[in-house]
């Protein structure tokens, strides 16, 4: 594929992306009120689909971050002097059980979140959490031994790729997650709790460009069900974290590999990437947890730093 062939679908997929931005713009109450499924007068949607893919719709992240930390730990076992190289090969190894363990636990608070058992999730939590270190040891053991079946030809690649997965992560995640606080756009299922309520004075629907500040439910709203994080609409943290699959996409440009076999591999790739952050990005809307804005643009943000920060990556490793 030529360079201009190249540029010509970058700048094609960019204006489309920017086309749809600015259309869910002046239709995104009325998207969700098209999409959104919810009981009336309930804050949590019945959509089964929904309440799939809110359970893992953050696992992405996690997971690149726990294969990410099975890399390393490989690479760490390259070094020679064994007091260092323990010290890095327990590191890696408690970072990845910690992100399997952190991505299970916050699948399980959804699951009981959903059934309106929060209160027993808080009490057992303890117990819980200490099952679920036991099953991601094991499932970071399983990962780590495939992760030595890897040629080692490809593993240069796979450490820039690991570094890439984390500053990514930690790129996209810390933005969105400070912009949440400092916009505090209100969530539609909020809105539509406290229309059905007849309380429209609560009501402050906001277009995703206005910063609003830090805002916190009344007592009134949490009576009602509506959850202590109803305003932090946008941007959308769900869709950021699946949207880390990007990294994923970008795994054929890490290993030695004939340029045909790199180019299919990655083009399929960034299909189904793309595929499954749109439909991901569906469910959110769907549950009435987000607008459509709010899941476009953390997705082309997220995109953006997975982009950024592969070349970086390359730039700085590459000079070394």
């Known amino acids: 594929m030529s360079k201009k062939i190249k540029w010509i679908i970058v700048f094609s997929c960019l204006a489309l992306y920017v086309a749809v931005v ?13 999409i959104a499924k919810l009981p009336e007068g309930q804050y949590i949607s019945s959509s089964v689909l929904g309440k799939i893919f809110e359970v893992i719709g953050e696992s992405p992240m ?11 730990l490989r690479k760490a076992s390259t070094v020679k002097r064994n007091v260092l190289k323990s010290v890095l090969m327990t590191l890696c190894a408690i970072l990845g059980i910690v992100l399997l363990t952190v991505m299970l636990n916050r699948a399980v608070e959804y699951v009981f979140e959903q059934n309106n058992n929060l209160d027993a999730f808080e009490k057992y939590n303890s117990v819980i ?4 270190v036991v099953v991601s040891a094991g499932v970071f053991a399983l990962t780590l031994y495939f992760t030595f079946k890897i040629p080692e030809k490809h593993m240069a690649g796979l450490t820039v790729f690991a570094v890439v997965v984390f500053m990514a992560a930690v790129v996209s995640q810390s933005a969105v997650q400070g912009v949440k606080v400092v916009f505090g756009r209100q969530r539609y299922r909020a809105i539509s709790v406290l229309e059905y309520n007849g309380l429209h004075e609560l009501v402050k629907y906001t277009e995703w460009f206005v910063i609003n500040g830090k805002q916190t439910p009344t007592e009134q709203m949490l009576s009602l069900g509506i959850a202590s994080d109803a305003y932090k609409s946008f941007p959308s943290g769900h869709t950021c974290a699946w949207a880390v699959i990007y990294c994923f996409a970008l795994i054929p440009d890490f290993l030695e590999i004939d340029e045909k076999t790199r180019v299919k591999a990655k083009t399929w790739l960034l299909i189904g990437a793309t595929l499954s952050t749109l439909l991901l990005g569906y469910t959110r809307i769907l549950v009435g947890a987000h607008f459509a804005t709010d899941v476009l643009i953390s997705a082309g943000w997220t995109y953006f730093s997975v982009v950024a920060s592969a070349f970086v990556c390359k730039k700085i490793f590459k000079r070394k």
């Open 22 to 34: 600015t259309l869910a713009t002046f239709f995104d109450y009325q998207i969700s009120q098209a």
């Open 62 to 72: 996690y997971l690149a971050g726990a294969f990410a930390s099975t890399i390393l």
């Open 129 to 132: 959490t200490l099952i679920l």
